[in-house]
T-cell receptor
Framework: EAQVTQNPRYLITVTGKKLTVTCSQNMNHEYMSWYRQDPGLGLRQIYYSMNVEVTDKGDVPEGYKVSRKEKRNFPLILESPSPNQTSLYFC???????????FGQGTRLTVV | QQPVQSPQAVILREGEDAVINCSSSKALYSVHWYRQKHGEAPVFLMILLKGGEQKGHEKISASFNEKKQQSSLYLTASQLSYSGTYFCGTEVETGGFKTIFGAGTRLFVKA
């Protein structure tokens, strides 16, 4: 089954403790991206990747890192999480930019 | 830079039509439309590329007016299953491949 898988689905952590949210797709898509969703603000793009080893900043990249060492995986790294990064995070992939995007089920992160 | 969606919310009776607008202050290369139901991930509806084309998807269609930098999503003969939040995502011509979403339009269809 074609899908985008995020883990974990829920995470509660403390300020400053490094964490990684994984994202994996099985559709051989080239384009992958991360979004955060906050009430009233819609989806805001954090980072995107056009292909392996090619990443670029989205609209709200501060406080986040990503890597794309393999085509299928695009982890999101928070080196020192802060409470303002409490949010619902979505990973998405598409064959190329400007084609249909498939979203993962989301990761609800709480930083206390 | 975030596109402006209107209306913010709309309530329909089954069978009624609705139009959701998405307007940008910058020249657009593409517009994407998604629907998200409560507690779920967004689901792709359609994408329109620069060229002013109109697309259809069952009873949901969309237009893209690049001169006006806006897109509209048309829902005709609405069904209960149309309820959810609709988002437009835009890529500006000079913005690389970055996607910027509007704040969303909440649509509720009642029987």
């Amino acid at each position: 089954e074609a899908q985008v898988t995020q883990n974990p689905r829920y995470l509660i952590t403390v300020t400053g403790k490094k964490l990684t949210v994984t994202c994996s797709q099985n559709m051989n898509h080239e384009y992958m991206s991360w979004y955060r969703q906050d009430p009233g603000l819609g989806l805001r793009q954090i980072y995107y990747s056009m292909n392996v080893e090619v990443t670029d900043k989205g609209d709200v990249p501060e406080g986040y890192k990503v890597s794309r060492k393999e085509k299928r995986n695009f982890p999101l790294i928070l080196e020192s999480p802060s409470p303002n990064q409490t949010s619902l995070y979505f990973c998405a992939s598409s064959l190329f930019a400007n084609t249909e995007a498939f979203f993962g089920q989301g990761t609800r992160l709480t930083v206390v | 830079q975030q596109p402006v969606q209107s209306p913010q919310a709309v309530i329909l009776r089954e069978g009624e039509d609705a139009v959701i607008n998405c307007s940008s202050s910058k020249a657009l290369y593409s517009v994407h439309w998604y629907r998200q139901k409560h507690g779920e991930a967004p689901v792709f509806l359609m994408i329109l590329l620069k060229g002013g084309e109109q697309k259809g998807h069952e009873k949901i269609s969309a237009s893209f007016n690049e001169k006006k930098q806006q897109s509209s999503l048309y829902l005709t003969a609405s069904q209960l299953s149309y309820s959810g939040t609709y988002f437009c995502g835009t890529e500006v011509e000079t913005g690389g491949f970055k996607t910027i979403f509007g704040a969303g339009t909440r649509l509720f269809v009642k029987a």
